[in-house]
């Protein structure tokens, strides 16, 4: 009987060793990850479609026409044709630029480049969260954000059929927090840049905010608008 004891308890001291060794393994998983299977959209992905894309662009008070056509491979390397259309009349402005991971044009001419600057910051902007594959569906983290002593997780909230300057589509809605407002981008699965943004300072200023208000990408799989 008194080795019978002996057992149970030095059973309940291995169980409980085990326990307090892999509990740290399991209270970190995520139950609730992202699904494996779900498609991944980087910068750039369906380019090699050759859509052209049209947006309307705010930038804190200038307000422009972006066309932008991603033009066919030539070998490696691909082009894209940008032509500006200023709101306020000023002539059009067309600049072709060769397409680099992180869609960084600084060899622009001077009358393309404060335009340049404003989609650097604007419509070019996820290149600094999504060089690299990232998850399409609701609860995938893009990144972090840091705002002051704030840290905010870029996380995609919403996802279904949404509608746009450009017709409607399957779309994905990133965001994040700045102060009282929510900073939103949209991104449709295989076109080369989001769709949508918004985006607004700590203090609640409107940044900017850009649309697609005119897509032609007959060849782009999955898009329906």
Not at 17 to 27: D, E, L, Q, R, T
Not at 43 to 69: C, H, I, L, R, W
Not at 138 to 160: F, M, P, R
Not at 162 to 190: C, H, I, K, P, T
Request: aromatic share 12%; proline share 5%.
């Amino acid at each position: 009987m008194s080795n019978t004891k002996l057992k149970i308890i030095f059973a309940i001291i291995i169980v409980s060793a085990v326990a307090g060794v892999s509990w740290p393994f399991f209270a970190n998983l995520n139950f609730n990850a992202v699904p494996r299977a779900a498609n991944q959209w980087h910068m750039g992905k369906g380019s090699q479609y050759n859509p052209e894309m049209v947006y309307s662009v705010t930038f804190n008070n200038t307000k422009f026409t972006a066309d932008m056509k991603f033009l066919p491979l030539q070998g490696q390397n691909q082009q894209l044709l940008v032509q500006i259309k200023p709101a306020n009349g000023d002539k059009v402005i067309t600049q072709t630029v060769q397409i680099g991971l992180v869609y960084d044009f600084p060899d622009v001419s001077p009358d393309a480049k404060p335009y340049f600057d404003m989609l650097d910051q604007s419509v070019f902007s996820m290149r600094d969260y999504a060089t690299e594959d990232k998850y399409l569906a609701k609860g995938a983290e893009w990144g972090d954000v840091y705002i002051g002593a704030n840290h905010e997780k870029l996380t995609i909230t919403d996802v279904g059929k949404m509608s746009f300057g450009f017709g409607s589509a399957n779309a994905y809605l990133l965001s994040y927090r700045e102060g009282v407002n929510q900073n939103q981008v949209w991104m449709v699965d295989n076109l080369p840049l989001p769709v949508k943004a918004i985006e607004y300072d700590f203090n609640g200023t409107l940044l900017y905010n850009y649309e697609l208000v005119s897509v032609n990408a007959p060849s782009t799989p999955g898009l329906t608008s």
